[in-house]
């Protein structure tokens, strides 16, 4: 079965809302546990994905950078599910926008993320660092054979830019290796990046930029 299809018949019947947050992570535990069979990994992806918060958010994004070998597909969909889940939490009930996370591409095996990479705390960033930016970017997409970049928004202390990206790359695989050739120009970008499925308005920027350069806030 294609695990496209396999991850929407089989990760929708679980109401992720109830759990705790030690529920959440006992379930994030599960995807790094080598003893863990595929099915019981492929249980956990789902049941995190409709979890949709930042602790869900945050176990699905470190998997998706390493998955098991037969789940890379499982786990871009999942990270993507929760992130869209996570957008919706910021941006309230009365947000009226929907951000598809699925079949996006005009070969339809294709994903729309939203990237912000950053410069390092205290530093902005120069046109000229925009212009390497762009141009790596845009050639490690196409190396990887993404469909497309959209667009950027260039701004002084961080860049935002819009990917179509087959669901067999993994996000760290393509924003890792971009980071990576942009700082052979002189480490002008931090490691640390924000990845999701929906356009994140200013306030939402200001609270990514404080989480991606400060970690999340103890509660």
């Given at each position: 079965?294609?695990s496209?299809?396999?991850?929407?018949?089989?990760?929708?019947?679980?109401?992720?809302?109830?759990?705790?947050?030690?529920?959440?992570?006992?379930?994030?535990?599960?995807?790094?546990?080598?003893?863990?069979?595929?099915?019981?990994?492929?249980?956990a992806?789902?049941?995190?994905?409709?979890?949709?918060?930042?602790?869900?958010?945050?176990?699905?994004?470190?998997?998706?950078?390493?998955?098991?070998?037969?789940?890379e597909e499982w786990?871009?969909?999942?990270?993507?599910?929760?992130?869209?889940?996570?957008?919706?939490?910021?941006?309230?009930?009365?947000?009226?926008?929907?951000?598809?996370?699925?079949?996006?591409?005009?070969?339809?095996?294709?994903?729309?993320f939203?990237?912000?990479?950053?410069?390092?705390?205290?530093k902005?960033?120069?046109?000229?660092q925009?212009?390497?930016?762009?141009?790596?970017m845009?050639?490690?997409?196409?190396?990887?054979?993404?469909?497309?970049?959209?667009w950027?928004?260039?701004k002084p202390?961080?860049?935002?830019?819009?990917?179509?990206?087959?669901?067999?790359?993994?996000?760290?695989?393509?924003?890792?290796?971009?980071?990576?050739?942009?700082?052979?120009?002189?480490?002008?970008?931090?490691?640390?990046?924000?990845?999701?499925?929906?356009?994140?308005?200013?306030?939402?920027?200001?609270?990514?930029?404080?989480?991606?350069?400060?970690?999340?806030?103890?509660e």
């Amino acid at each position: 079965m294609n695990s496209h299809i396999d991850y929407i018949e089989n990760t929708h019947d679980f109401d992720s809302s109830k759990l705790t947050e030690q529920e959440v992570n006992q379930w994030g535990s599960v995807l790094f546990d080598n003893d863990k069979t595929l099915d019981e990994k492929k249980v956990a992806l789902g049941i995190l994905a409709h979890v949709g918060n930042l602790t869900a958010y945050q176990h699905l994004q470190k998997y998706n950078e390493q998955p098991d070998k037969g789940l890379e597909e499982w786990a871009m969909l999942a990270f993507g599910e929760c992130t869209l889940f996570l957008h919706g939490d910021l941006a309230g009930d009365d947000n009226e926008e929907e951000w598809v996370f699925t079949g996006v591409g005009k070969h339809n095996n294709q994903m729309r993320f939203y990237f912000m990479v950053l410069p390092p705390e205290g530093k902005l960033l120069e046109s000229w660092q925009h212009e390497i930016i762009e141009k790596e970017m845009t050639y490690v997409a196409e190396d990887l054979k993404c469909e497309t970049i959209e667009w950027f928004d260039f701004k002084p202390h961080y860049v935002g830019f819009s990917i179509l990206m087959p669901v067999t790359i993994s996000v760290a695989q393509y924003i890792d290796k971009a980071i990576a050739q942009c700082n052979e120009f002189g480490n002008f970008l931090i490691t640390e990046y924000y990845c999701g499925t929906g356009i994140p308005d200013d306030k939402e920027i200001v609270e990514i930029i404080d989480i991606v350069m400060n970690g999340e806030p103890e509660e």
